[in-house]
T-cell receptor, first 112, second 115 residues
Framework: GDSVTQMEGPVTLSEEAFLTINCTYTATGYPSLFWYVQYPGEGLQLLLKATKADDKGSNKGFEATYRKETTSFHLEKGSVQVSDSAVYFCALQSGGNEKLTFGTGTRLTIIP | GAVVSQHPSWVICKSGTSVKIECRSLDFQATTMFWYRQFPKQSLMLMATSNEGSKATYEQGVEKDKFLINHASLTLSTLTVTSAHPEDSSFYIC???????????FGPGTRLTVT
């Protein structure tokens, strides 16, 4: 079945550091890939997505590229801010199925 | 933006009792709502998919008689945990799919503790 393997946290970085959170997946066919972010006390919010190979999703300075050959969708940001502190979830959606399959989440803490 | 609320945000109940959790889409209509369960340091696991006006579809291994789901309107779905036991203690999250698209919007979650 479908699965998502996500970099374990927690991750602690200094402000303005470079961020990478690794995500790899296993799925049949050609899934859509997502990154969700959950700020303290709030629901998951869609951060970015990519629907086909080589697509790059981007939002709020975050980027992730759909790599079919390595079945990966790593999240990156060039210069993190304290406000980026949150839990980040990688997820996939297979074919026409509405179901989302999530990774375990990575807690990111940015220190000033 | 699209907002989904859950009530209560936190509930404690005694073993053997039932508890109802509400999920509301506040500014959009949702024909489909999803219920997830999240254990500490683990992923969100889909429990069931509910469609307005029809029976919910449960994932394998989820007891439909224990986790009753009702989706009576385009803005409200409820999850009732019946005869709760300590092992039902968890974080329950709902999401709603906007009738006009395919994106899911998530509620903030409900923490259930069964004593």
């Amino acid at each position: 079945g479908d699965s998502v393997t996500q970099m374990e946290g927690p991750v602690t970085l200094s402000e303005e550091a470079f961020l990478t959170i690794n995500c790899t997946y296993t799925a049949t066919g050609y899934p859509s890939l997502f990154w969700y972010v959950q700020y303290p006390g709030e629901g998951l919010q869609l951060l970015l997505k990519a629907t086909k190979a080589d697509d790059k999703g981007s939002n709020k300075g975050f980027e992730a590229t759909y790599r079919k050959e390595t079945t990966s969708f790593h999240l990156e940001k060039g210069s993190v801010q304290v406000s980026d502190s949150a839990v980040y979830f990688c997820a996939l959606q297979s074919g026409g199925n509405e179901k989302l399959t999530f990774g375990t989440g990575t807690r990111l803490t940015i220190i000033p | 933006g699209a907002v989904v609320s859950q009530h209560p945000s936190w509930v404690i109940c005694k073993s053997g009792t039932s508890v109802k959790i509400e999920c509301r889409s506040l500014d959009f209509q949702a024909t489909t709502m999803f219920w997830y369960r999240q254990f500490p340091k683990q992923s969100l696991m889909l429990m069931a998919t509910s469609n307005e006006g029809s029976k919910a579809t449960y994932e394998q291994g989820v007891e439909k008689d224990k986790f009753l789901i009702n989706h009576a309107s385009l803005t409200l779905s409820t999850l009732t945990v019946t005869s709760a036991h300590p092992e039902d203690s968890s974080f329950y999250i709902c999401s709603a799919r906007d009738i006009r698209g395919y994106e899911q919007y998530f509620g903030p979650g409900t923490r259930l503790t069964v004593t």
